[in-house]
Structures are given as structure tokens and as C-alpha cells.
């Protein structure tokens, strides 16, 4: 199982950002997928989960600003990140959860400055 996130980088403060884990190895359409980040000195936390029938959860600092979908053709999910603030800055990880089994992506970093 290998999930591969992309799209992370250096944004300023209001710009844009779209994340991106493909995976491979799992019947990607059977699986919830979410994403998840970690700031230095901070636990991980969600950010947005989307399940097998594309229902969405926000955390409840990214609603409004930050979208989750997934294209099961391509295996991919995607967080689509607008009006990015400092405090969005964190490394970013896709998982995948199912059929009682959970799989991390490897991250990746994304880095708002003022």
C-alpha cells in the first residue's frame, strides 16, 4: 500500500494551495480518506475527512476555506486550500481507513508566510 502526497510549498498568507495523495495497493473507492497535519511541537490533527460516499467533515478552523473531494477513477483525494494563514503551516498527510486497517501517506510540507 503506498500513498504518495503531493502539491505542498511555500505560499503567502492568502494564496492557494491543492494537495494531492494518490494510492495504490487498496480498492480506493471502498476506503475513507482523509487529511490530516502536523504543526512542530503540536499533535496531528484532521483537517477533513470525505467517506466512501463523498460525505464531508471539516475541522472547524479550515470550514469555509479549505475543500475536500476525491476522483475514484484516479485514486486520488485532494484538499483544495484557499485564504491560507500562518497558522495553516504544518506538514500534511493523507490516510486511508478500511475494512478495519488504516494507511499514512509519507507528508507533505506546506509553509504560509505573513
Known amino acids: 500500500v503506498q500513498l504518495q502526497a503531493s502539491g505542498g510549498g511555500l505560499v503567502e498568507a492568502g494564496g492557494s494551495l491543492r494537495l494531492s495523495c494518490a494510492a495504490s495497493g487498496i480498492m480506493f473507492s471502498m476506503h475513507a480518506m482523509g487529511w490530516y497535519r502536523q504543526a512542530p511541537g503540536n499533535q496531528r490533527e484532521l483537517v477533513a475527512t470525505?467517506?466512501?460516499?463523498?460525505?464531508?467533515i471539516y475541522a472547524d478552523s479550515v470550514k469555509g476555506r479549505f475543500t475536500i473531494s476525491r476522483d475514484n477513477a484516479k485514486n486520488t483525494v485532494y484538499l483544495q486550500m484557499n485564504s491560507l494563514n500562518p497558522e495553516d503551516t504544518a506538514v500534511y498527510y493523507c490516510?486511508?481507513?478500511?475494512?478495519?486497517?488504516?494507511?499514512w501517506g509519507q507528508g507533505t510540507q506546506v509553509t504560509v508566510s505573513s
Open positions: 490516510k486511508a481507513t478500511g475494512f478495519g486497517y488504516e494507511y
Open positions: 470525505i467517506t466512501r460516499s463523498s460525505s464531508t
